[in-house]
Nanobody, 126 residues
Framework: VQLQASGGGLVQPGGSLRLSCAAS????????IGWFRQAPGKEREGILC????????LSVDSVKGRFTASVNNANDTVYLQMNNLKPEDSGVYYC????????????????????WGRGTLVTVSS
């Protein structure tokens, strides 16, 4: 199983980025994908969960209306589109796979996730 997050970079406040989570060795029909971020000196924070099979997406209030998720079925990649970025969105972003297949209310808990990918750094700064 491999998850690979990519697409991070430096962006100005108000800008956009699209992160990718390429999944191999798992079936996205039975795994939900969670997005987390970790700022320096802080714990990993869950921000959004996307379930292809359950057809639900849950997200925390701080990213609602700005971050959305989608899937490319052809290459088993889940995307995190981030718009109107703020400096507080900076951090290393990770994707995790949850075999529960559905996004549950505790989707922000790192313990739900069976697999993790390496992170990608997002820096929002002018």
């Amino acid at each position: 199983v491999q998850l690979q997050a990519s697409g991070g970079g430096l962006v100005q406040p108000g800008g956009s980025l699209r992160l990718s989570c390429a999944a191999s060795g798992i079936n996205l029909d039975v795994y939900a994908i969670g997005w987390f971020r970790q700022a320096p000196g802080k714990e990993r924070e869950g921000i959004l969960c996307f379930s292809k099979s359950g057809r639900n997406t849950l997200s925390v209030d701080s990213v609602k209306g700005r971050f959305t998720a989608s899937v490319n079925n052809a290459n088993d990649t889940v995307y995190l589109q981030m718009n109107n970025l703020k400096p507080e969105d900076s951090g290393v972003y990770y994707c995790g796979a949850d075999g529960g297949s559905f996004c549950y209310r505790d989707y922000v808990s790192v313990d739900r996730y069976d697999y993790w990918g390496r992170g990608t750094l997002v820096t929002v700064s002018s």
